[in-house]
């Protein structure tokens, strides 16, 4: 005779940016588990007890992500319970309630952006499709972009190719972004990177302002796909977003010209969807 599974215990809700990752215990074999179903409501109220109109989700693992939440941060209330092969359930898990990291986009001050944070690359130069051509339009494998003089549609490449990409010379491009600012910087400032895509072969997307290293981003596993395909919000589109907010070292930004550099030193392309600097308020 089957059993019915042991009740999910050690929900727990973990915020990212434009995401929330629940995780909890793992069940063991007796019954064997054939599924855990995920149930979400908005916001911090209740969900009692499950309702198949607020399931979010199913997964074998003891681990599912909500992604493309609003930037600005969300709230949602979680019960996880388990199916077992015999299609059994078992009891639901206490509630637990998560919020979402919120984006400098939303809380900061605007300072300079190329691009829109919206999940496309539309806007961008070359896009969604002409990736060959930027091998022909930058044979040095550097890209220069002047914050209030070019424009996203004619001088920002909506890929940034890296080693990786035989197509653009197996050569790790840079693209230069120099911002002038009236003053010193007052308060500590945000560097936004979304991208709308990233290959296989993930890699390192390397950071410097003003010629001092910043950070080494590790990239994503991506779909290989935003190539091809510019706007990751359609239904069902394969493209897979990430997001990279970073807070500016002390001292790195200074009155006049700055340059922001990214460097594609190891992996192949990223798909951008925007990058911008933002002051934080308050």
């Keep these: 005779m089957s059993s019915t599974p042991d009740a999910v215990t050690g929900l727990t809700a973990h915020p990212a940016l434009a995401s929330i990752e629940l995780t909890w215990d793992p069940l063991g074999w007796d019954p064997l588990i054939d599924h855990f179903r995920i149930y979400a409501v908005a916001g911090e109220e209740s969900p009692g007890e499950p309702d198949e109109a607020d399931l979010l989700g199913k997964t074998v693992y003891p681990r599912f992500v909500q992604v493309d939440l609003d930037p600005a941060g ?25 919020t979402s990291q919120p984006s400098v986009t939303a809380t900061g001050r605007e300072i300079a952006r190329i691009g829109d944070f919206d999940g496309r690359t539309l806007e961008l130069h070359l896009a969604p499709s002409s990736y060959e051509q930027i091998a022909v339009d930058y044979p040095d494998a550097v890209i220069e972009y002047e914050q209030g003089v070019d424009e996203p549609g004619t001088a920002w490449p909506y890929l940034l190719p890296g080693p990786g990409d035989a197509w653009a010379g197996s050569t790790a491009h840079r693209a230069r972004w120099t911002i002038t600012l009236d003053g010193e910087p007052s308060a500590p400032h945000d560097l936004a990177i979304w991208l709308v895509d990233t290959t296989r072969l993930a890699g390192i997307l390397r950071v410097r302002v003003n010629e001092e290293a910043m950070a080494d981003i590790e990239l994503p596993t991506g779909s290989t796909r935003g190539s091809r395909e ?12 990430s997001f990279h907010e970073l807070e500016m070292p002390e001292g790195l930004l200074q009155s006049g010209e700055n340059v922001i550099e990214f460097e594609l030193a190891e992996g192949g392309w990223v798909a951008w969807d925007a990058v911008g600097l933002f002051a934080r308020e308050g």
Excluded: F, H, K, N
Aim: aromatic residues 6%; without cysteine.
């Design 230 to 241: 510019g706007d990751a919000t359609l239904p069902d589109s394969p493209l897979l977003r």
């Design 74 to 98: 969300e709230t949602w209330t979680y019960r996880v319970l388990a199916v077992s092969d015999a299609g059994l359930r078992g009891e639901a898990s206490d509630a637990m309630t998560g």
